[in-house]
């Protein structure tokens, strides 16, 4: 079992920035690809990064792309989502998420953390 627990969501204007965290323990936690997925309001959850067991690898969904980065930490077991030129749109609960393959796909993806809420005001 690996158990997430994420942090740093929060309200923040337009244009602003926000670093989330998400803290890996359990059986081998480093050992997983990470992912941060969202749901907004009234939609279905979707991607938004994720990071291979290296951290050589990342892949970004187009919304996310020249904004958003994720990184790992693995002596920290932390995974990282930095959020720069908050829109609007963004604003959602965010979901830190461990799987065994490097994907996009929610379902290819095993443990899940509760989410933190991010708002961003216009």
């Known amino acids: 079992q690996v158990q997430l627990v994420e942090s740093g969501g929060g309200l923040v204007q337009a244009g602003g920035s926000l670093r989330l965290s998400c803290a890996a323990s359990?059986?081998?936690?480093?050992?997983?690809?990470m992912g941060w997925f969202r749901r907004a309001p009234g939609k279905e959850r979707e991607f938004v990064a994720a990071i291979n067991l290296s951290g050589s690898r990342t892949r970004y969904a187009d919304s996310a792309k020249g904004r958003f980065t994720i990184s790992r930490d693995n002596a920290k077991n932390t995974v990282y989502l930095q959020m720069n030129s908050l829109k609007p749109e963004d604003t959602a609960v965010y979901y830190c998420?461990?799987?065994?393959?490097?994907?996009?796909?929610?379902?290819?993806?095993?443990?899940w953390g509760q989410g933190t809420q991010v708002t961003v005001s216009s």
């Open positions: 998420a461990a799987g065994r393959e490097f994907s996009s796909v929610s379902t290819r993806y095993d443990y």
């Open positions: 359990g059986r081998t936690s480093s050992t997983y690809t």
